[in-house]
């Protein structure tokens, strides 16, 4: 007998349970969900350890063309954090290949950070330097205008920002190698945003070579006419390096704005973020000894 017929029939649940060999609480779940107007035949999906990292998944299958064989998914997915067996990301990769030979056209899904895959930089406009009024922290007429490298990796969001002066190709140069050496090592690709030309600049096409680095156009998944934005990749707006920091209008000097910006990335770099840089650096491969143009 049916476990709601046989409540109906007894009207207790107990004896529901005694007729159809089932606990009183099943029955009591049964009969309240149909009254709330649920389906109690329906079975919700119980959520798996690999459901969080099937975006990552879907994403690798996809950047791969479908050849990307699961024991290279299981490696990446396992530094991200995924801890089940690779009998299940098997599965995973089988039924994310599936669904991307089916797909009529290719989804432009944001990339997920993953260890060592990529960092991202730009130009950020400065505080003035010198020429501060009476008041701390205001603009003077006299000042020199500061640029600010800002640069993170994805993955562990372990920030760096170095106050410059100019924009200069070889600015540019000295703060990657500083960064990269801070970072411990080199990732994949290099996300450069409209601050930073990717392509057509002889400078930065031979400063991200001499590193290793795949210069790749990014663009934000949320922003307003993306999907006309040729190859760029689309990165989600959680994951986008930020460009807004705590700062005054105005400082002293350089030496006191380099010390602002210590003080900031020290607080943003907490211990979470450095014990995750140790765990990046595995993926990372090695800093050229020599900082570019080399000898």
């Known amino acids: 007998m049916k476990i709601l017929e046989a409540y ?3 009207g207790s649940y107990r004896a529901a349970a005694e007729l159809t060999g089932v606990d009183h609480h099943t029955v009591k779940r049964y009969t309240e969900l149909r009254n709330r107007g649920g389906d ?5 999906p119980r959520m798996k350890k690999i459901d969080g ?3 990552k998944i879907d994403e690798l299958v996809e950047r791969s063309g479908g050849r990307i064989g699961a024991d290279k998914v299981h490696e990446k997915i396992a530094a991200m954090g995924f801890q089940g067996t690779a009998r299940t990301t098997r599965r995973a990769v089988a039924a994310a290949k599936a669904a991307y030979r089916a797909s009529q056209r290719r989804l432009a899904r944001p990339w997920t950070p993953e260890p060592g895959f990529w960092g991202q930089w730009g130009w950020v406009r400065g505080p003035q330097v010198g020429g501060v009024g009476d008041t701390e922290g205001s603009v003077g007429a006299t000042g020199l205008v500061t640029w600010l490298w800002c640069a993170w990796l994805g993955w562990s969001r372990y920030l760096v920002v170095i106050p410059v002066l100019d924009t200069e190709p070889q600015t540019l140069a000295r703060c990657l ?3 990269l050496r801070t970072f411990g090592g080199v990732p994949t690709h290099a996300l450069i945003g409209a ?3 990717a392509g057509g600049c002889p400078e930065i096409t031979g400063i991200c070579h001499h590193y290793g680095l795949t210069a790749t156009a ?3 998944a949320g922003a307003a006419g993306n999907a006309d934005s040729g190859n760029a990749v689309r990165i989600a707006d959680h994951d986008l390096l930020p460009t807004r920091l705590p700062l005054r209008p105005a400082y002293r000097d350089l030496a006191e704005l380099r010390e602002a910006c210590r003080q900031f990335t020290d607080r943003a770099n907490g ?3 450095c014990h995750r840089l140790i765990e ?3 993926w990372l491969r090695p800093v050229p000894s020599r900082p570019y143009p080399p000898e």
């Open 8 to 10: 109906d029939l007894t």
């Open 40 to 44: 109690p035949t329906r079975r919700r």
């Open 53 to 55: 990292f099937m975006p």
């Open 177 to 179: 190698d500083t960064t």
């Open 195 to 197: 601050s930073i030309p």
């Open 218 to 220: 990014y663009t934000a």
């Open 271 to 273: 211990e979470e973020v």
């Open 280 to 282: 990046e650096r595995r």
